[in-house]
């Protein structure tokens, strides 16, 4: 599958300016990004090349939530490259999250050591945990009980989330996505892993349809998709059953929370880093 790479220039440019901006772009369709830790360059962006739309990119910068914000960009079909190499000379150091959770590449030395242990490879995939929504997700599955659950991944980007499921005791893991490349990457990393039991689909939720019930929702995405896809989710939840949501911003909380109680849920909490918020609800 061809991707779009467009290459965007903030003035200011910092990680809160570059993690906003690409909270908007994942809205319209794109899927990765590539940033810096301190976001002093440029943002990378990638969309799918049949997804592209420059005007909704347009409208994006026009509408950008933060004031006082300069934003232009340049864009080119994105070349076959080494994800791994970038990965290791630009972006990703190994991650630990609560002294429990350490993320690491296969590239990298001294890692230190923590109760699970986590390698991924993020190719072209969105999802090393270093972003607030991921990091959030992590922290809610190291909390929460997972032994013996069924859990459902929707979003899975690298396969993160159900992979550590997995190594906290889950019995079996769904991870679902519609991209290609996402699949192709989670279905790495679980090797490296040496994790099973997890079914890896390319899809969107109608690939629920062949399942029954989960123990445990875990949904990153954005969110319109949590919005408009909530209700299926709740089809395959029992009692008891919980939801974790992310991928949108604090100030979108009382929508999500307004359409999780009208399908019946329950809200149990909701974490924040960095104005990205995390929920969690439960089915009774």
């Not at 969107?204 to 995405?221: Q, T």
Request: aromatic letters at 8%; hydrophobic letters at 40%; a negative charge.
């Amino acid at each position: 599958m061809k991707y779009i790479e467009y290459t965007f220039t903030t003035r200011p440019s910092n990680s809160i300016v570059h993690d906003v901006l690409s909270g908007v772009l994942a809205e319209i369709g794109f899927d990765s990004f590539v940033q810096s830790e301190d976001g002093s360059e440029p943002l990378k962006a990638y969309i799918k090349k049949d997804a592209d739309n420059i005007e909704a990119v347009q409208q994006v910068i026009a509408e950008f939530p933060l004031p006082d914000t300069e934003i232009s960009f340049t864009h080119a079909e994105a070349e076959d490259r080494d994800w791994n190499e970038v990965w290791e000379q630009n972006y990703f150091q190994p991650l630990v999250i609560g002294d429990r959770c350490v993320i690491a590449s296969t590239f990298h030395k001294d890692v230190p050591d923590a109760e699970y242990h986590i390698t991924i490879d993020p190719r072209m995939a969105f999802g090393t945990g270093h972003h607030a929504t991921t990091s959030q997700m992590i922290g809610q599955i190291l909390d929460n009980n997972m032994e013996g659950l069924d859990v459902l991944d929707m979003g899975c980007g690298t396969g993160i989330l159900a992979i550590l499921a997995r190594m906290r005791g889950a019995k079996h893991c769904v991870a679902i996505d519609n991209d290609e490349w996402c699949v192709s990457n989670t279905l790495e990393n679980i090797s490296l892993n040496n994790v099973n039991n997890i079914d890896v689909v390319e899809g969107d939720v109608s690939a629920l349809d062949k399942y029954g019930h989960f123990h445990v929702v875990i949904a990153n995405i954005n969110r319109n998709i949590l919005l408009a896809d909530m209700h299926h989710y709740v089809d395959h939840m029992t009692s008891g059953s919980l939801l974790f949501m992310s991928g949108f911003y604090t100030e979108d909380v009382p929508a999500i929370r307004q359409e999780a109680e009208r399908l019946g849920l329950v809200f149990i909490e909701c974490r924040d880093q960095d104005n990205w918020a995390c929920v969690k609800f439960e089915k009774r």
